[in-house]
């Protein structure tokens, strides 16, 4: 099993890709009471995340851990200075150590966990519903080690593996469900129109249980099959779906006590940024509070005042964190005079270009996973890390001067360091390009500097020779791969002679 040095990163990461940082602690003497039924169908979604959390910190966990081929764990070299005592220890035993970093974690790790934790939400919110309702005395007794206890969840596996089915048969039935014309049409059975909003947009009510199947099997995800029919009946919840002109569901909305609890888009993704228009609109006009959800609908609350961050003033101060992650946006809005205090993230999206991010950013940059060929328009203040890998980079122009801590430009299609920055605070990596040369790396590291072999290039210009053989002498002072090391000093000695 990987020993990581932040686990408690680890432990968070996990908890805000499973969306259960929602929960909620019981009310009682014991650590099952709640104080009454009515109190535990007003809070149903938190004590359903509780339990889910629960079941995540033991099975989950043991099953990432054990995955040593999973990219989000990053080996640690143990010759560091900064190393605490306990880690020291177990390095002088002979123990690997790794750094975990969500950023680089597998999309087949992500769409398992989301998997698992759509199946299980629906399985722990029927049996507490279940348990509210029939329940006539004042107090009540939730197990949150409930999932546990069941041996068909005994572990990860098994609880992946029965969610896989799950969903499989959902996607069948959606596939059936879009292959007939007619069916958009008669989804509007069990609807009650509410209002039109921007682009064409229309939303309804969902006040059937044949209506909440209809949404969970078009849209992919886990509304209906029974999980919320009883909530809405009795108006404990509502649910909305914003739809076209052809009434086809692209959001779903879930509100509680005029509360945004939830809002998803197919599949469970976020959803994607054309559609924020419409959803602001609707929430605005129904004077539904939306704190919950925030950043999924494009919206930043600041010194207690509501901020459209695709419409951000001029020359405005974000004191917090913008994250535009997987919201399909082909074209950043216009931040360019904006600045924040916290990270941005934009990564996972359709980015050809980062015209418009915000000219200074104190926290991390994140704009992997899009299809960037150059950096023209990335901020020139970046105060933590600036991440940029897993793009179609073939230049690095327009990249800050200066990095506060790490800069990383793996996979990608680099054949020059030119227009790197010239101080990164902490590591550079550069691994998975074209690179021909290590001319135009930055001028100082504070610690590592991170390349694979596919460098150096065919010339034998005697400057740039002893450019190269200069720097990988300095690089054999570090504790990076001695091996590679000699394998390009052996090309270089061939190149001489």
Not at 95 to 105: C, N, P, Q, S, V
Not at 236 to 243: A, C, D, G
Not at 351 to 367: E, H, T, V, W, Y
């Amino acid at each position: 099993m990987i020993t990581l040095l932040n686990y408690l990163d680890f432990d968070e990461y996990l908890t805000k890709i499973s969306h259960c940082d929602n929960t909620i602690l019981p009310q009682g003497n014991t650590p099952y009471d709640f104080k009454s039924a009515d109190f535990v169908l007003t809070n149903l979604d938190k004590i359903t995340h509780t339990m889910l959390n629960q079941y995540l910190k033991s099975r989950l966990h043991k099953y990432i851990l054990n995955q040593d081929n999973e990219p989000a764990f990053v080996l640690i070299d143990t010759n560091r200075q900064d190393l605490p005592n306990w880690a020291s220890s177990l390095v002088a035993r002979g123990t690997k150590l790794y750094k975990f970093d969500g950023e680089r974690m597998s999309e087949k790790l992500k769409k398992e966990i989301t998997a698992v934790c759509d199946y299980l939400y629906l399985i722990a919110y029927q049996y507490i519903e279940t348990l509210a309702t029939n329940n006539k005395t004042k107090k009540i007794k939730i197990r949150y080690d409930y999932l546990k206890t069941l041996n068909e969840y005994k572990t990860f596996e098994m609880a992946l593996t029965m969610a896989n089915t799950w969903h499989k048969n959902l996607a069948a039935k959606t596939k059936r469900y879009k292959a007939t014309a007619n069916t958009i049409k008669e989804s509007l059975s069990g609807t009650k129109f509410i209002m039109n909003l921007p682009g064409d947009m229309k939303v309804y009510k969902l006040v059937t249980d044949t209506a909440l199947d209809f949404e969970s099997i078009y849209m992919g995800h886990c509304i209906g099959k029974g999980k919320y029919d009883k909530s809405i009946t009795n108006d404990r919840l509502q649910i909305y779906s914003i739809r076209d002109k052809n009434y086809k569901p692209h959001i779903t909305l879930k509100v509680q006590k005029n509360t945004l609890q939830e809002v998803r888009g197919a599949r469970n993704n976020r959803p994607k940024a054309k559609y924020i228009p419409a959803i602001q609109a609707f929430i605005s006009s129904k004077k539904i509070n939306p704190d919950y959800c925030l950043q999924d609908i494009g919206i930043l609350k600041q010194n207690n005042k509501y901020y459209n961050i695709f419409q951000l003033p001029k020359n405005f101060v974000v004191l917090g964190d913008i994250d535009l992650t997987r919201m399909v946006l082909e074209e950043l809005p216009d931040m360019s005079t904006v600045t924040v205090m916290g990270h941005f993230m934009c990564n996972h999206n359709q980015l050809k270009s980062l015209q418009g991010a915000p000219r200074i950013i104190n926290g991390d940059f994140i704009c992997s996973y899009n299809q960037l060929t150059t950096l023209q328009g990335a901020p020139q203040t970046v105060g933590g890390d600036f991440l940029c890998n897993n793009n179609e980079l073939t230049s690095l122009q327009g990249a800050p001067q200066t990095i506060g801590k790490d800069f990383s430009c793996n996979n990608n299609e680099l054949t020059s360091l030119e227009n790197a920055p010239k101080t990164v605070g902490r590591d550079f990596f550069c691994c998975n390009n074209k690179l021909m040369s290590l001319h135009g790396k930055p001028t100082h590291i504070q610690r590592y500097f991170y390349w694979d072999n596919k460098l150096l290039s065919e010339r034998t210009d005697s400057t740039d020779i002893t450019n190269e053989l200069n720097t990988l002498m300095k690089l054999s002072k570090t504790p990076t791969n001695k091996k590679l090391i000699m394998i390009e000093l052996e090309k270089l000695l061939q190149r001489i002679i």
